[in-house]
């Protein structure tokens, strides 16, 4: 079973549209959640660390519930531009140096 | 200020050949990192560099060697390449004690044949 586990996609939306992507997590020693974001053939970029309070950065809404082991990341009013994958990524405590696991991505496409 | 640098962008190699991919940081950070990643599979953490001096297993080191050269560098070799190596390479820096971001670099794009 994989650490970090997300629906693979792709998740065909409209401009302007809202979308929702869930991810779960298998090891309880999870202890930091992040979103990142990779554009096709470049690297990852942090979009937005998760809190447990849950969390809002503009047009995008992070949650996590520990309890199930599980985080959202909503997206509101759609663009074209935020056409990516959205990786999930978590870091295990006793990992080791803050070596993150990602999950292998959710990919969505905004279309006009 | 460049951030992450990584050479070369892409690379070719024939089984059994050997190569360094070159990773290079400008913003002070402690730790460095090489991942690779493959189709559905997400970033999988080869080794990683706690500090200057010290290097570590990741996920899937066999294969592969590294050198934490100084504070800035942190090269990725593999002895005799397989198609099984066949991915992108991704380094990456974090300075543990400010937060958990990596910043990542390019990426290098080998195919073994």
């Known amino acids: 079973r994989k650490e970090v586990e997300q629906d693979p996609g792709p998740f065909n939306v409209p401009e302007g549209a809202t979308v929702a992507f869930n991810c779960t997590y298998s090891?309880?020693?999870?202890?930091?959640f992040f979103w990142y974001r990779q554009d096709c053939r470049k690297e990852p970029k942090l979009l937005m660390s998760?809190?447990?309070s849950g969390n809002e950065d503009g047009r995008f809404t992070a949650q996590l519930n520990r309890a199930s082991q599980y985080i959202s990341l909503l997206i509101r009013d759609s663009k074209l531009s935020d056409s990516a994958t959205y990786l999930c990524?978590?870091?295990?405590?006793?990992?080791?140096?803050?070596?993150?696991?990602f999950g292998s991505g959710t990919r969505l496409q905004v279309q006009p | 200020n460049a951030g992450v640098t990584q050479t070369p962008k892409f690379q070719v190699l024939k089984t059994g050949q050997s190569m360094t991919l070159q990773c290079a940081q400008d913003?002070?950070?402690?730790?460095m990192y090489w991942y690779r990643q493959d189709p559905g599979m997400g970033l999988r953490l080869i080794y990683y560099?706690?500090?200057?001096?010290?290097?570590d297993k990741g996920e899937v080191p066999n294969g592969y060697n590294v050198s934490r050269l100084n504070k800035r560098e942190f090269s990725l070799r593999l002895e005799s390449a397989a198609p099984s190596q066949t991915s992108v390479y991704f380094c990456?820096?974090?300075?543990?004690?400010?937060?958990?971001?990596?910043?990542f670099g390019p990426g290098t794009r080998l195919t073994v044949t």
């Open positions: 913003m002070n950070h402690n730790s």
């Open positions: 998760v809190y447990s």
């Open positions: 090891n309880s020693a999870s202890q930091s």
């Open positions: 560099s706690a500090s200057e001096g010290t290097t």
């Open positions: 990524v978590v870091n295990i405590r006793g990992m080791g140096r803050r070596a993150l696991t």
């Open positions: 990456a820096s974090t300075d543990p004690g400010q937060s958990y971001e990596q910043y």
